[in-house]
């Protein structure tokens, strides 16, 4: 592996950008500074953190920022579950972001496990 652009994390993070975009482009106007925003700079936050922690270098750093890119992953399930109990954005269809962030998540669980310093 050479760079951040070779884990598959980084390239289906990258991809739930994408969908999120796609998604949050059919929000009401309202939303451009409240639920859009947020969920766009949540799913952008998940492949630049490991981006960021791949760059830094030691397994420590790796780690921290793997971390940051599942906190940012939890906001954006949060987001997602509020948007679907929202009368203006509920009947959009939202599976391809959650069988992506399903997929992340479990992936960034594992990668933080495995930096975990061996007792």
Do not use: C
């Amino acid at each position: 592996m050479k760079t951040y652009r070779d884990l598959t994390v980084w390239q289906k993070s990258v991809e739930l950008v994408e969908e999120v975009y796609i998604v949050t482009r059919k929000f009401p106007k309202e939303e451009i500074y409240g639920l859009t925003s947020q969920m766009r700079r949540a799913a952008v936050s998940i492949p630049s953190n490991i981006a960021e922690g791949k760059l830094r270098g030691s397994n420590q750093q790796m780690k921290q920022f793997l971390l940051i890119a599942s906190g940012s992953g939890g906001e954006l399930e949060t987001q997602i579950e509020i948007a679907k109990r929202l009368h203006e954005t509920k009947l959009l269809d939202y599976s391809r972001i959650e069988i992506l962030l399903g997929e992340i998540m479990k992936v960034l669980n594992v990668f933080i496990t495995k930096l975990e310093p061996s007792a």
